[in-house]
């Protein structure tokens, strides 16, 4: 699942999407990437804020995705710097923020959680679907 590029170190998966066991997959994989990366508790937070993108994207489309990590930010190496995760997905329609979801709604949360902790976050098109992406910084920005 992890690969090397000419960047540098990057991680790149399609998912099924009915591949719920996918989302372990791909954090244990984030997970090694990040194994020397940022200030303490943020590799675990890129590993949440994934697994939220990646979920919704099983949840809530049918043709699966692609997630795609990487790094940059100008700075050289892996240890410093940026990561930006990528979750593809195959459906035009936009996620929609929720600001408050239901206190009692087990779901509604996962945009709000990337839209409060990433450093940015954002939603692209591509040409057949769309991206939903967040960076980070590995000193906290």
């Known amino acids: 699942m992890a690969i090397e590029g000419e960047r540098g170190r990057g991680l790149s998966k399609r998912l099924r999407h009915d591949d719920y066991a996918a989302v372990a997959d791909v954090r244990a994989a984030l997970r090694e990437m990040l194994r020397h990366w940022g200030e303490p508790g943020r590799a675990d937070l890129a590993e949440l804020l994934t697994s939220e993108l990646v979920t919704n994207a099983l949840v809530h489309t049918d043709r699966g ?4 990590a990487t790094f940059g930010g100008g ?3 892996p240890v410093a710097g940026r990561l930006r995760v990528e979750v593809r ?3 035009s329609r936009h996620p929609r923020l929720r600001d408050h979801p239901p206190e009692d709604s087990t779901s509604g949360r996962g945009l709000l959680l990337v839209h409060t902790l990433a450093d940015a976050w954002g939603v692209r098109a591509h040409g057949v ?3 939903v992406w967040f960076e980070l910084e590995a000193d906290g920005g």
């Open 65 to 68: 995705a692609l997630v795609t």
């Open 75 to 77: 700075i050289a190496g």
């Open 89 to 91: 997905d195959f459906v």
């Open 129 to 131: 679907g769309k991206a």
